[in-house]
């Protein structure tokens, strides 16, 4: 997409300014679903060569992820889709 300089100018100005919020949130879902002791325990694994390994991966893992689900639950739902209009259950 062709999308202007000063938007992404002002975009990372406020990224910036907002990044307190982000971080409030980010604590929050941790504080959820994890415990200190369970986050310590992480900190110390991230601090391995396998944990620096497996955080410096883990974006590349995660889109590819996405996207294998994402072809995934397209064929599934065209498989659903063909075998329900072949039984007269729906109509295309």
């Keep these: 997409p062709n999308i202007p300089e000063?938007?992404?100018t002002e975009f990372i100005k406020r990224a910036h300014a907002d990044?307190?919020?982000f971080l409030t949130t980010m604590v929050g879902i941790y504080d959820q679903h994890y415990t200190k002791e369970q986050i310590d325990q992480m900190l110390t694994f991230f601090d391995t060569p396998v944990g620096r390994m497996m955080a410096e991966k883990a974006p590349v893992v995660?889109?590819?992820t996405m996207?294998?689900?994402e072809r995934w639950g397209m064929k599934l739902g065209m498989q659903v889709m063909?075998?329900?209009v072949e039984k007269g259950a729906i109509t295309p």
């Design 82 to 84: 063909m075998e329900l």
């Design 62 to 64: 995660a889109v590819a």
């Design 6 to 8: 000063v938007f992404w």
């Design 67 to 69: 996207g294998a689900a």
């Design 19 to 21: 990044v307190g919020d």
